[in-house]
């Protein structure tokens, strides 16, 4: 449609309310994507993607342009222009007509103080990010009536996050610059309520490119944190608690602190949702992870340094018995893809031949300290299966 009005088509970005890890700002663009800052080594890996590995990472849908906005109350927003910076010229998602992702993000404007408000009620100074956390499903989205047609929670993590993010990006650019972001799937949009475990996985995390400092700095937290000795730690958490109808929270600064021991209770409180242990979710996450082992294991040069693994369930439980008359029953039976299992997070990962590779001698085989952290997890799992 030729003569549309120039940022007709723009969408207004979203913090992602599922984000409970990482230090990026992750951004909801419609139901079914997500997007956060466009790394050149993360865009490297997603463009040349083994295809034994697609069924484990989010899709990559392309890039888009985003600006900084201020509205009239003066709040920051960002906003991205969906024709802009596509590969190849072509739009990711097809606009033709009404942008369904502009009239849905029309409705519920979720400016920057109503965030930094919410965010602040829920979480008195940030000391309390460093705590457990128990969040009620109070939302944040109204419709024009005011009235709250879903109850959500939100995990203070993203909040944290896309707050920081805005702060750091208002400091440094004018509104016009035009910044790249990266869209990719969102993994949890299939779940009423996502219950999500990030896990940082490997016993090393800094990059080839990282500098003394920061390589001394992720050296210590690794020694310090079960990423030494089990190969894989916690980066946060949420679990609804079917009991309460609150999802609890943990953050990273949980996860550093947990031994081994530690991390084997938390891994079994995230499968607990306030009633009982959901033992029915162990086999199909240990079969699913014994698949990615077997992938990994097979990608020679390819080094996930600081990559995180996140496993997903749904915390609502779907009556099975009452989905039989229904061709595609949500939970489809007792069908493993009521769990998923997913890596994101590839800004520091390298393999030969990516081009923007700071590290001229590629590594050689598989990488073994991912492997390591995926057999140590498979482990303590199968413990968890059989009751010990």
């Known amino acids: 449609p030729l003569g549309r009005a120039e940022g007709s088509a723009a969408v207004l970005l979203q913090p992602f309310v599922h984000q409970v890890g990482g230090h990026s700002s992750m951004l909801s663009y419609d139901e079914h994507t997500v997007c956060k800052p466009l790394v050149s080594q993360e865009l490297s890996f997603y463009e040349s993607l083994p295809l034994a590995m697609r069924q484990f990472t989010p899709q990559y ?6 600006h900084l906005k201020k509205d009239s109350l003066g709040n920051l927003t960002l906003m991205a222009s969906p024709g802009l910076g596509q590969p190849d010229g072509c739009s990711l998602l097809d606009s033709a007509g009404s942008d369904p992702a502009v009239t ?3 409705k519920c404007k979720w400016s920057h103080t109503q965030v930094t408000k919410s965010f602040k009620d829920s979480c008195p100074g940030k000391m309390l990010l460093r705590t457990d956390l128990q969040y009620h499903t109070d939302s944040l989205l109204e419709d024009a009536n005011g009235k709250q047609p879903e109850r959500k929670s939100y995990n203070p993590w993203g909040l944290h996050c896309h707050r920081q993010h805005l702060n750091r990006m208002s400091s440094k650019h004018n509104e016009n610059k035009l910044h790249q972001f990266l869209l990719l799937e969102n993994v949890v949009s299939k779940y009423s309520y996502p219950c999500i475990l990030d896990l940082k996985m490997g016993t090393r995390q800094h990059g080839d490119d990282a500098s003394e400092e920061k390589k001394a700095r992720h050296i210590k937290k690794c020694e310090q944190s079960t990423s030494a000795s089990l190969g894989v730690r916690i980066c946060g958490m949420q679990v609804y608690q079917a009991d309460t109808g609150h999802f609890l929270c943990k953050d990273k600064y949980f996860g550093r602190k947990l031994s081994p021991e530690g991390f084997r209770q938390t891994l079994r409180q995230f499968l607990c949702n306030g009633n009982q242990l959901r033992t029915d979710l162990l086999e199909p996450i240990i079969l699913r992870l014994k698949a990615l082992l077997a992938v990994i294991r097979k990608q020679s040069s390819y080094r996930f340094y600081s990559s995180s ?7 609502q439980e779907h009556k099975e018995s009452a989905d039989h008359h229904l061709p595609f029953p949500k939970t489809h039976g007792a069908n493993p893809s ?33 492997i390591f952290g995926l057999e140590n997890l498979i482990k303590i799992l199968q413990s968890l299966l059989e009751g010990k």
């Open 61 to 66: 849908k392309g890039i888009v342009s985003v």
């Open 104 to 106: 849905l993000w029309h």
């Open 309 to 315: 693994l996140l496993i997903i369930y749904d915390g």
């Open 338 to 370: 009521r769990v998923d299992v997913r890596m994101i997070d590839f800004a520091h990962t390298t393999f030969k031949g990516s081009k923007s590779n700071p590290n001229p001698t590629p590594h050689d085989g598989p990488d073994h300290g991912y």
